[in-house]
């Protein structure tokens, strides 16, 4: 698992993703969300982006997560995402 919450933040320089550029993953998966990089912390809303051969294993495991997001945070995160991403972009050059 590469847990990638603060892939948009300011680091040091160093890559926040480790394991990409790796070669052949076959059992590796990346999680992400909302939290850090639009200030919705507390939300709890993320995703997680799976090899194929993964997919429906992944599905069972997480079936009873997918039904806990209310409403309200799923337009949130909607409007996170395809609003403006000028702010997000400054502070992740900062």
């Not at 790796?22 to 999680?31: C, G, K, M, Q, V």
């Not at 294993?57 to 000028?86: K, W």
Request: with cysteine.
């Amino acid at each position: 698992m590469s847990d990638e919450i603060y892939s948009r933040l300011p680091t040091t320089g160093v890559p926040t993703s480790r394991c990409w550029p790796i070669p052949n993953l076959r059992s590796t998966f990346s999680a992400r969300g909302w939290s850090k990089t639009y200030a919705m912390t507390g939300w709890r809303m993320g995703y997680a982006v799976w090899p194929q051969a993964l997919v429906e294993s992944a599905t069972r495991l997480a079936v009873n997560c997918h039904s806990c997001v209310n409403a309200a945070t799923q337009y949130a995160g909607i409007a996170a995402l395809e609003g403006p991403q000028e702010a997000v972009d400054r502070w992740s050059a900062f």
